[in-house]
């Protein structure tokens, strides 16, 4: 007899421990996320604009539509590049929103910033549940299930998600809805400020003559060290434009003045550097 339990999400029931997930999106971190729900046991329909990425994603199921992926399912994720993709997937024409049955829960796990999931969660069927749960970590971190997971929204939605969430990496609850989407553009915002600064500070070390070694030495053993560290890593793929968006998002929703000279040194440095990543600000000069 199979091991029937009512899931967390009401009136969706679901077998044993398995959640059944609708996962959209799948580049650099999404791919290496939808794969570890799979390994956890879940039933994972996975729909992307490049199919060819979608059924090269072994165990899962493909699907034409965001809307064909999220019928039926418990747990909606979406993994896209930012506000404009995260709207057209979900409220668009064969998006996710037409599908989603009440009772299920969309999780939000793109960097959109507050405004843009306030805004979504006002424009989901009725009763659907919305978790903002953007992530920190690489795509090494990704494929451990290493992640850091900031989640913003009602408990109730909060606790439906999170046997999803948790083959993912370590759930950190930011707080209300919103919360955790503000909470990424708080941390994304001192990592690629940081990382920017680095590279000016390489460059101030090399017009004063500092010999390149010692003016590491000095960066890497004092409260750079973290920059450093990401500067040198080779885990991930955060793409400069990327980068940028994020800082975007963060001087939309507060003054930041640090932030947005980052901001533009960043976009003065695109045309060189577009596509590659966020690394790659440590060692060119802006």
């Known amino acids: ?23 959209l999106g799948l580049g650099h971190m999404g791919a290496p996320m939808a794969a570890r729900l799979v390994a956890a046991g879940h039933k994972v329909t996975v729909w992307n604009r490049t199919r060819a990425k979608a059924e090269a994603l072994a165990g899962a199921d493909v699907a034409a539509t965001p809307a064909a992926a999220a019928a039926g399912a418990e747990v909606v994720i979406t993994m896209l590049t930012g506000p404009d993709a995260v709207e057209a997937v979900v409220l668009g024409e064969s998006g996710a929103a037409s599908t989603i049955r009440p009772g299920a829960v969309l999780v939000e796990m793109s960097t959109i910033g507050p405004t843009a999931a ?3 969660a006002g424009r989901l069927p009725d009763g659907v549940g919305l978790v903002d749960a953007p992530v920190g970590g690489s795509t090494g971190m990704a494929e451990r299930g290493e992640l850091t997971i900031l989640t913003g929204g009602t ?17 950190l609850r930011c707080g209300g809805p919103g919360r955790g989407a503000a909470a990424k553009l708080v941390a994304i915002s001192a990592m690629v400020t940081g990382v920017t600064l680095l590279g000016e500070l390489r460059a101030v070390g090399a017009e ?14 004092g409260p750079m060290s973290i920059f450093v560290e990401r500067a040198k890593g080779t885990g991930g793929h955060y793409a400069a ?33 577009s596509g590659r990543d966020l690394s790659v600000l440590a060692e060119t000069p802006n």
Do not use: C, Y
């Not at 007899?1 to 996962?23: D, E, K, Q, Y």
């Not at 500092?210 to 053993?221: G, K, M, S, V």
């Open 1 to 23: 007899m199979r091991n029937i339990r009512l899931s967390h999400v009401a009136g969706l029931p679901s077998v044993g421990g398995m959640t059944t997930v609708a996962f």
């Open 118 to 120: 306030a805004a979504l």
């Open 155 to 171: 408990d109730r939605d909060v606790e439906a998600a999170l046997p999803v969430l948790e083959a993912l990496g370590k759930v």
């Open 208 to 221: 004063l003559g500092l010999p390149t070694e010692l003016a590491e030495r000095l960066l890497a053993a």
């Open 241 to 273: 434009e990327l980068a940028a968006k994020d800082l975007g998002l963060t001087v939309e929703h507060a003054p930041a003045p640090l932030v947005e000279a980052a901001l533009g040194r960043i976009r003065a440095a695109l045309p060189r550097v």
